[in-house]
């Protein structure tokens, strides 16, 4: 008994010796393991053997705390973040569309994006189609598609049923082989190309599902996007049937209801956005930050994308209206229509909410034809209202530009600011250049790029913005001020 309390007696007072020693020459390495025995050796020597042999476990058990403060206070402030952060995620258990780590995450992310570039490009073929007048030179669907005409015979079959709609007698009559070849492809690839879209999508996704990458949150968006997609063909046909039936008047010229139109050119923009969000989701689970005030200078930001947004797309909207009627040839000058900064003629159809979404004209502008009045009614009404939002837009993205300069924000916001600015003064130059020169392919199909543009970097900046996660904002409200 009493040895055992004189070893006690031995072992606290050799205890106390390291402690004054690790007191007296704090310098403790710190590049080894955590676990390592030499980990808090002192540059003094240690005396006696059985405290060299037990040095450590003294150490570690009877190190003060201030000392461990004094080291962790060296640390920058960024990896305290960052392990902060993930502490506070993996607690707070946010949910990552992606499993399996950060190479499935990369994967689905470049397979999401390569999607969301084939819409892109499906979006201007589709417009280069529209105006070359080629959608209506096949006259006939299946889901599935089919080979292109291989012989001479197969191509006089397939312009033979040409000749028997509309457009062909009231347009091209006349139209030679050749020139039908052209049209004909045009309209083929623009199909094919969809079609093509859906086995892009739908191989890689039954193989992520199968390995296990994808969340049945992420599943179920992918599959609901899909089903938009395979309802984007039927709609393209629903609105190509509709430009094959005769006209209800001699004079009007056959074309798709605009209706029809701006409901396949909406469907492909929300198809687009909503992939692109999943791609941006997918690999950013969280907004930029780096301070409480950067944050809540998103906040601020927020509050007025949104309603800008919901503008630019109006605005792309109309212009599908405006397409759909050929409206674009009705005033080519700028910014006065005509003679006037509005005409005398707007609202003259019954009812009136017809004006906003028609307003076509009883002849075709173009050939200078009238009708039995001898007037011309032009599509007004969707011109003006297309200027009026387009100039809206414009002011309402430069007040957005404003507002972020005397906000705090983080750099990469700041950055899409200023570049939604410079997209949307673009995209109104180009459409005034397409007016005045008469809507040119080349400057029409620029136009519609310009608006899939715009809302790509409208859905940037909104998805920059978003609101994080309340794991990352209490890591930040625990930050010290002057780290933050």
């Not at 704090?26 to 393991?33: D, G, Q």
């Not at 062909?168 to 139209?175: I, L, P, Q, S």
């Not at 609901?224 to 309802?231: D, T």
Request: aromatic share 10%; charged share 15%.
């Amino acid at each position: 008994m009493l040895g055992s309390r004189l070893g006690t007696l031995l072992r606290r007072s050799k205890a106390q010796i390291l402690i004054s020693q690790l007191k007296g020459s704090p310098r403790v390495s710190t590049n080894l393991s955590p676990l390592s025995p030499s980990r808090f050796t002192t540059s003094a020597p240690l005396e006696g053997c059985f405290l060299s042999k037990h040095s450590s476990f003294y150490a570690v058990k009877s190190i003060p705390k201030s000392l461990f403060g004094q080291y962790s206070r060296k640390m920058s402030t960024s990896m305290t973040l960052l392990n902060s952060n993930k502490a506070e995620i993996t607690s707070s258990g946010l949910k990552l569309l992606v499993t399996k780590g950060p190479h499935a995450q990369k994967m689905v992310g470049i397979w999401l994006f390569s999607c969301a570039a084939w819409v892109f490009s499906l979006v201007v073929l589709g417009g280069v189609t529209r105006l070359t007048r080629s959608g209506l030179s096949m006259t006939d669907w299946k889901f599935t598609g089919g080979l292109p005409p291989l012989s001479e015979d197969q191509w006089v079959l397939e312009f033979q049923k040409y000749q028997k709609s509309p457009e062909y007698k009231r347009v091209n009559k006349g139209m030679s082989i050749e020139d039908f070849k052209f049209i004909y492809w045009m309209e083929y690839i623009h199909r094919m190309w969809g079609r093509g879209l859906g086995v892009v999508f739908a191989l890689p996704f039954t193989y992520f599902v199968a390995k296990g990458y994808i969340t049945r949150q992420l599943g179920l968006r992918l599959s609901g996007l899909f089903a938009l997609g395979a309802g984007q063909g039927l709609i393209g046909w629903w609105m190509v049937k509709s430009g094959l039936e005769e006209p209800a008047s001699e004079y009007v010229q056959p074309r798709v209801s605009p209706y029809r139109l701006a409901t396949h050119l909406t469907s492909a923009f929300v198809i687009y956005c909503g992939i692109l969000w999943t791609a941006l989701s997918v690999v950013v689970p969280e907004p930029p930050n780096g301070s409480l005030s950067w944050v809540q200078g998103a906040a601020k930001v927020r509050k007025l994308a949104h309603p800008v947004s919901v503008l630019v797309g109006i605005t792309a909207f109309s212009g599908a209206f405006v397409a759909g009627n050929d409206a674009g040839h009705a005033y080519n000058s700028f910014p006065k229509m005509g003679d006037s900064w509005i005409p005398d003629d707007i609202f003259s159809m019954e009812p009136l909410i017809r004006n906003f979404f028609e307003n076509t004209s009883t002849v075709q502008i173009s050939t200078g034809v009238t009708d039995t009045r001898g007037e011309i009614k032009c599509r007004v009404d969707l011109e003006l209202n297309h200027r009026i939002l387009a100039t809206t837009t414009l002011m309402s993205v430069g007040g957005l530009w404003l507002a972020a300069r005397k906000i705090d924000l983080h750099p990469a916001i700041k950055s899409l600011v200023g570049s939604v600015l410079g997209m949307t003064a673009l995209q109104v130059t180009l459409g005034i250049s397409t007016l005045l020169t008469y809507v040119p392919v080349s400057l029409a199909s620029a136009h519609q790029a310009g608006a899939l543009t715009l809302l790509t970097f409208m859905i940037l900046l909104a998805h920059t913005v978003r609101k994080p996660s309340p794991a990352l904002l209490k890591s930040l409200a625990s930050m010290p001020k002057s780290k933050a």
